[in-house]
């Protein structure tokens, strides 16, 4: 802009002090250099570079915009990626403890296995884990049925066995199955689901005791994960009106128990399976439960174990 507001004064300038001379010599013709003709000529010169300048502009801002547009979709893919790898499901291990109720007598008849159709149906991504497989008779029943049938539930086990191990010996529990102590660490579980106290009862053992073995259950599995998520059962009744006893007054004080155990870090929720229990229509012999009873074991338990995913 400075250029050509500047150089028609200079042409004038030429112009006046050309004729200035001329009078000054008395006579002579004024020869017409055709200034006017010179100053177009500037002024069509400073237009093409003003035209060259002005594309040049245009091109740069093409440029510019180009680059923000490359720059734009860069960070929109970005985003887009970050926001993907935070939507990709935590996959959490969850760990059963407990007896033949848990292990179950096929597919079925474990909650286990409606459980975990249950979180999958919801698109959770779960892993269960410990050291049994299957059901009592068959160990492949996950692989064949097409679910995850990992566990740490033995048949005829009490809740002070699992704690300290000399686990029965029968079809469905191989001697030397181990204890909690040995399966909390190599499993790793984020959630232990508890569902035992039955056995105990059977063989005589009171509401505290039984307590004092789940407590130390829950020692260990904090000693291996220290905000492992615990569910601990109101346990289902038996058809054994003398075992029933036992285990309603078990129930009676395991929120109570729970309370005084729970943390921030390793909450333990209690889950209600005994009200509402019908043990003829949901069970096939005088303890375990049929497929209706395992069902409701297992929509009973979903809204809290599913409620410990993010």
Known sequence: MMWTHNTPAVALTVVTLTIVTLAACGSGTIRDNNPTDSAVADDST??????????AAVHSDAEIQSDAAVHSDAEIQSDAEIQQDAQAPVTLKIMSLGDSISEGTSTATTYRSHLFFDLVNANLSVDFVGPNSGTCGNINAGISDGWDANHASFYSATAAQILGG????????????????????TYMPNIAIIHLG???CRGGANASQIQA????IVAVLRSAVPGVKIVVAQIIHSRDAGVN????????????WATGL??????????????????TAFQQDDYHPNTVGAQTMATNFYPTVSSFFP
């Open 46 to 55: 400073l237009s093409e570079d003003a035209a060259v300048h002005s594309d």
């Open 166 to 185: 000399n686990m029965p010996v029968n079809s469905c529990s191989p001697a030397g199955s181990g204890n909690v102590g040995d399966w909390a660490p």
């Open 198 to 200: 039955t056995n105990d």
């Open 213 to 216: 073995s789940l407590a130390g």
């Open 245 to 256: 006893v036992c285990i309603a007054s078990l129930n009676a004080g395991l929120p109570a």
């Open 262 to 279: 729970s943390t921030v870090a390793s909450p333990i929720v209690v889950v209600d399976q005994a009200t509402g229990w019908d043990s």
